[in-house]
């Protein structure tokens, strides 16, 4: 069992206040297992992590280059650097140093985020060039197709989305959200077997609002309005600060005929402001809903 003294005790401690928003509980945690462990990574990993949540990047991009400075063969502390230039939208800074990261041991997310910014910053050709190497220098690497289909769905693309879920789903028949995204690219095309694809994910995350929110998408595709609006319901009745989810409900609620719900349902996403980009859409939709 972990012992009070342990540094991995006091960094689970500290995930535990992080989990609460605690940040003073967690730094407090933190700082103790510094004091037992000053060079351990893990603990460089969480003084990161709770500069980050503090909003401290000078003091994030300190441990970064600390640990740098310390294991310059490995990638941690270049992809905790490109992860803060990242968050301050300096793309040119962070691919530099993402391109170092991915060179090195144990890149972890470096991959899809170097591509990511490759792709942000309208360098589409390196994106591609980048994508391509690393494919096929690393052919088990999953985690990075399933970033690639993410990309493509998001750009729009969703016969190219849905193609890379598939060789997801093949190597990794329980990867939950290449089932889930799968489904929502064969929606987007309303092909036939999104809801038996979205059961798959469903199945294995039965309580999962983005689950709920794409057997939803798969249903209506389908045509089965009144199921899909109950599972919409479910979704975000689990996670009512994700205005998407609350977005696709007011949309369930305007095709069944239900104005008032669906005005009820925009008027708490108009009240969301700036924090929700896709204002454009509620104001039409409102119009919808008043007519």
Known sequence: ALVPTSPLAQLRLADAHAALNDRAGAAAAVKRAGELAPDALAVQQARFNLAKMEDKPEQALAVARKVQAKSPTEAAGFAMEGEIELRRKNLDAAIVVLRKAVA?????????????????????AEADKFADEWRKGHPDDALFVLHLGDMALASGDAPKAEGLYREVVVRNPDNVPAHNNLAYAMAMQKKAGAVAEA???????????????TMAFALASEG????????????????????VFRLQLARFHLQSGDKASARTELARLAKAGAAFSRQAEVAELAKQAAE
Do not use: F, T
């Open 104 to 124: 090195l041991k144990q890149p972890g997310e470096s991959p899809q985020r170097l591509h990511g910014a490759l792709v942000s910053s309208k360098k589409i």
């Open 224 to 243: 089965q309005l009144p199921k899909a609006l109950e599972l919409q319901l479910q979704a975000v009745a689990l996670a009512p600060e994700i205005h």
């Open 199 to 213: 059961e798959q994910a469903l199945k294995r995350a039965p309580k999962a609002p983005e689950v709920l929110d």
